[in-house]
């Protein structure tokens, strides 16, 4: 294998199949032809641009590439397709007037309109208490009923100031009590707080048109209502404090006030408008429009405004258009951009233009010369890097956001690590696991992933050419070979996952014992003869064939392999003792060591050439391993827990291409195990917690939990933040899944019903009539209403409410963002083409 692990995956490419038309979500586009040399050199930075640097390209004609890059993604909860993403119907339902709110609305008012009008034709008595504190001689107007009407036009007493301000405190009182219990507030922001501007401002300049002409009906022609009380409690109020209407000779003076009613009636409104906000637009649109220097940047991805603001313009020329053109799809597109932003973090951004401008939208193309899959079977979107696989179901407690809304899986959830279980038929291969990989492959294109699906021959898992290295264990036609010890140098490392493969679920074998036993004979062999031994020499050796032993014994006759000498003393001391893992591993060994695997696993004279799963830990390789099925079921197991071993042991040793930092890779690395019966042990589960940590995660698809120890089912729900149930699950799998999901405060109503028995003769006559009409005995009903904890899903509900074609689903994102265990359709239209 080369040393980049790359070059074997051409040998899958000889004779590509035709490529067919992709969904109607992203049309395929052909791959760009060869580029015609420039007429004259261009370099990635010029030190005058040969235009304008703000004037936009060219208009091309409409792309399809290009509609889907300008199509807004908005933020969304974890799971949700945001590829066009709305705000689900219920949730707009929601927030309605219906005809109960118009009523709560109109209730208070009324009652406020009749109160004010009693208190303001003085039939509550409050204002005369008011008044007798400032006028102790008596009722000076002959003990007659009064109103502040007919005080306005009597004669000026010492009472009437407080009057006003009294009147208008209370006037103020019933105001606030009218908005606050008929929400007038909430329902003003709803109204027309929501809607775009200018009509939001319209709308709030128009409401403050019609307090203005109730505060001040004089200064609007043809008002002939009476003004509210605003204005005369307020200039009673500062006659009172400056003791007397002197300071109301000063115009300046009287103006004020009017211009401080007018403010303070206004404010509100101005809030409501987004007065602000939408002055401080226009102002910045006539300063534009004023500087033709700095015109506005046009935002459509599709124009790469990033790479343009960052001074490349020729670059962002040339990349808007190829898009326009039809010239790149949108692997390339997610491809270029992933690019961008490595070479933004790096400060790379003239190498970046200088290939951008040399090879266009055929820059930094997969090894393998793909720009596509052959086929896809479901909907992608590689900018937001995810897959939609079915539809989150509107129930009675799902969240507004997720009702109705694609659901989709990503990077940023499958780093968590997705546990899968369902029985055989509910569709854990064609609705889960295939988009998944699907969406892993597409992204290795645009060197953003690499993946490893591991399946049963057969496994619709797409076909050879959709990846760039496929091996198929036990088939002698098979153009590469595993490598069993993962290209490692180290013995005890090798031993580790040699070890957790052939041992990792047998509770007789210790495993510290077993990668001791393994690494006892691995250390001295390669110290030997360079390399690690043959799977088949390696049993002989645990098996303690003298004459393996001997020969492995006297290539170590130098002095420099006294160490080594010793390792292989103290295995040969443990060997047949009690306790002794040899013989275990030995009879795992065996089951690798049979004819259908003789030209595999290193062996001598294999034609194959041998993959290393360390390479997807430096480039973003697509990989497909075939597992042997029929007569092989054992050696299968063993193969899986080898390979997930050695995945949990690789990725940790990652570099970054991009990013730079041990551990922070610039792709994501996922492993997908369509079966991973007898796969997870107790080691595993341990590193699978600590994948999301390196930029790497799991796809665990299960037939039952049972394929999985008991004392494990804890440990792997912890591990995992992704789970899904899949229909058909039994009431023991699903009440595992229930105490992993816990639960959740709901609200009951409890229902009581009494029977009413009446004291009085007449009473129980009407009730003895109407139990003869209605046939049913007058009752009273008593409603209880309390808050319980309940099981978000129960065991029960998990085997036999969900449908056939769904799952219940919840996510964690690696940023440690939830979404509850919700109802997923995976059917055809759902996870396809909707």
């Not at 109301?248 to 007018?262: E, H, I, K, M, N």
């Not at 009581?752 to 007449?762: E, K």
Request: charged share 20%; aromatic share 8%; glycine share 10%.
């Amino acid at each position: 294998m080369d040393s980049d692990g790359t070059r074997d995956a051409r040998g899958t490419h000889a004779n590509p199949v035709p490529r067919p038309a992709r969904p109607a979500d992203v049309p395929a586009v052909p791959p760009r032809p060869a580029r015609a040399p420039d007429p004259q050199p261009v370099t990635a930075h010029p030190t005058k641009p040969p235009h304008s640097p703000h004037r936009h390209p060219q208009p091309h004609p409409p792309s399809p590439v290009a509609d889907w890059l300008d199509e807004p993604r908005p933020d969304a909860g974890p799971g949700i397709w945001r590829y066009g993403y709305q705000e689900p119907k219920a949730a707009r339902t929601a927030e309605r007037l219906t005809s109960t709110t118009v009523v709560g609305m109109l209730i208070p008012l009324v009652l406020a309109f009749l109160v004010w009008s009693f208190w303001h034709r003085g039939v509550i008595p409050y204002q005369y208490v008011l008044l007798r504190l400032f006028t102790p001689d008596g009722w000076w107007w002959g003990g007659t009923l009064a109103a502040p009407k007919r005080l306005e036009q009597a004669v000026p007493y010492p009472g009437v100031e407080a009057l006003q301000v009294y009147n208008g405190l209370f006037f103020a009182l019933l105001v606030y009590a009218v908005t606050r219990l008929g929400g007038w507030a909430a329902i003003a922001r709803h109204v027309v707080g929501r809607r775009p501007q200018p009509a939001r401002a319209l709308l709030a300049a128009l409401g403050a048109l019609v307090a203005l002409s109730l505060v001040f009906p004089s200064a609007f022609p043809g008002a002939g209502w009476d003004a509210v009380p605003v204005v005369a409690p307020l200039f009673s109020l500062v006659a009172l404090i400056t003791g007397g209407y002197d300071a109301f000779a000063s115009q300046l003076f009287t103006d004020g006030l009017y211009t401080l009613v007018t403010l303070l009636v206004v404010w509100p409104f101005a809030r409501l408008g987004g007065w602000r906000d939408l002055a401080g637009q226009w102002l910045a649109a006539r300063r534009a429009a004023a500087d033709p220097a700095a015109p506005a940047v046009d935002r459509r991805p599709s124009l790469w405004p990033e790479v343009r603001e960052a001074g490349q313009y020729q670059a962002a020329d040339l990349l808007a258009g190829e898009v326009r053109a039809g010239r790149m799809n949108d692997v390339d597109c997610a491809r270029i951009a992933h690019r961008w932003v490595a070479a933004r973090a790096r400060a790379r951004i003239a190498p970046f233009a200088d290939t951008v401008l040399r090879e266009g939208g055929a820059a930094w193309t997969h090894p393998s010369g793909d720009r596509d899959l052959p086929g896809r079977a479901a909907r992608h979107d590689l900018l937001a890097g995810q897959v939609r696989i079915g539809r989150w179901v509107t129930r009675e407690h799902t969240p507004l956001a997720y009702g109705g809304a694609g659901a989709a899986l990503g990077p940023e959830t499958l780093g968590t690590s997705l546990l899968v279980v369902g029985p055989s038929g509910s569709g854990k291969t064609r609705h889960v696991v295939r988009p998944a990989v699907e969406s892993l492959g597409l992204q290795a294109l645009a060197g953003r992933a690499a993946v490893v699906a591991v399946c049963a021959a057969g496994t619709p898992l797409g076909p050879d050419s959709a990846y760039d290295v496929v091996v198929r264990l036990g088939d002698r036609a098979s153009v590469h070979d595993l490598d069993p010890y993962a290209d490692s140098d180290d013995p005890d490392e090798a031993a580790a996952f040699l070890a957790e493969g052939l041992a990792g679920d047998l509770e007789t074998v210790s495993g510290q014992r077993a990668a001791t036993a393994l690494a006892q004979l691995l250390g001295p062999y390669r110290a030997a003869y360079g390399r690690f031994p043959a799977l088949p020499v390696l049993r002989e050796l645990l098996e303690g064939e003298p004459s393996a032993l001997a020969a492995l014994r006297g290539a170590l006759a130098g002095e420099q392999y006294a160490e080594m000498r010793r390792e292989l003393d103290a295995r040969e001391r443990q060997s047949g003792a009690p306790g002794d893992p040899g013989p275990a591993l030995a009879a795992r060994l065996a089951l690798l060591d049979r004819p259908a695997f003789a030209e595999f696993f290193g062996a001598d004279g294999s034609g194959a050439r041998p993959f290393s799963l360390r390479a997807i830990a430096h480039h973003p390789l697509r990989v497909r391993i075939d597992l042997p099925e029929r007569g092989h079921e054992e050696a299968s197991r063993v193969l899986t827990r080898l390979l997930l071993a050695q995945f949990c042991a690789v990725t940790r040793d990652g570099e970054g291409g991009e990013g730079g930092e041990r551990g922070e890779r610039g792709h994501f690395a996922c492993l997908v195990l369509d079966d991973a019966t007898e796969a997870v042990t107790g080691e595993s589960v341990r590193r699978i917690q600590r994948l999301r940590s390196w930029n790497a995660g799991v796809v665990l698809a299960l037939r039952s939990l049972g394929d999985v120890p008991e004392a494990l089912h804890g440990p792997l729900y912890g591990a995992v933040g992704c789970h899904m149930a899949l229909s058909g699950v039994t009431t023991w799998d699903g009440s595992r899944f229930a105490s992993a999901w816990g639960t959740q405060w709901v609200q009951t109503q409890d229902v009581a019903r009494h029977t009413v028995f009446a004291d009085q003769p007449m009473t129980r006559a009407i009730h003895a009539l109407r139990k003869l009409v209605t046939g049913k005995a007058v009752t009273t009903e008593a409603v209880t209403v309390r808050q319980v904890e309940r099981e978000r899903w129960s065991a029960s509900e998990l085997a036999h409410e969900v449908p056939p074609g769904h799952a219940v689903l919840s996510l964690t994102t690696v940023r440690g963002e939830h979404a509850p265990p919700l109802l997923v359709d995976l059917r055809g239209e759902a996870a396809g083409r909707s």
